[in-house]
Nanobody, 124 residues
């Protein structure tokens, strides 16, 4: 299983970016997908997930209604639409996937598969 994240870049505060994660496992709907991020000197933290059963979504409180996770099975891609970006959103963003149970979806350790990360920098 390979995940490839892209779409990061430099954006001003208040701007928008859409991250994409290409993954062959998106098509069959058997894996839950997630986005995490890691800022310099900080631990990797949960951002959003879309679960395999029913496609229900969950978000970190810090991104609230600003971010939207979605998937397009036909394109084998998961997206993270990020609006109203803040300097605190600056981090390397990673997509992740798991076939296992996701009751603890915020836990980085439940995800077996990871993309290489894409840098998002928000200037003030």
């Amino acid at each position: 299983v390979q995940l490839q994240a892209f779409g990061g870049g430099l954006v001003q505060a208040g701007g928008s970016l859409t991250l994409s994660c290409a993954a062959s496992i998106v098509t069959d709907g058997s894996a839950s997908m997630a986005w995490f991020r890691q800022a310099p000197g900080k631990e990797r933290e949960f951002v959003a997930t879309i679960r395999r059963m029913g496609g229900r979504t969950y978000y970190a409180d810090s991104v609230g209604e600003r971010f939207t996770i979605s998937k397009d099975a036909a394109k084998n891609t998961v997206y993270l639409q990020m609006n109203s970006l803040k300097p605190d959103d600056t981090a390397v963003y990673y997509c992740a996937a798991t076939y296992g149970p996701t009751s603890t979806y915020r836990d980085v350790n439940i995800y077996r598969y990871w993309g290489q990360g894409t840098q998002v920098t928000v200037s003030s």
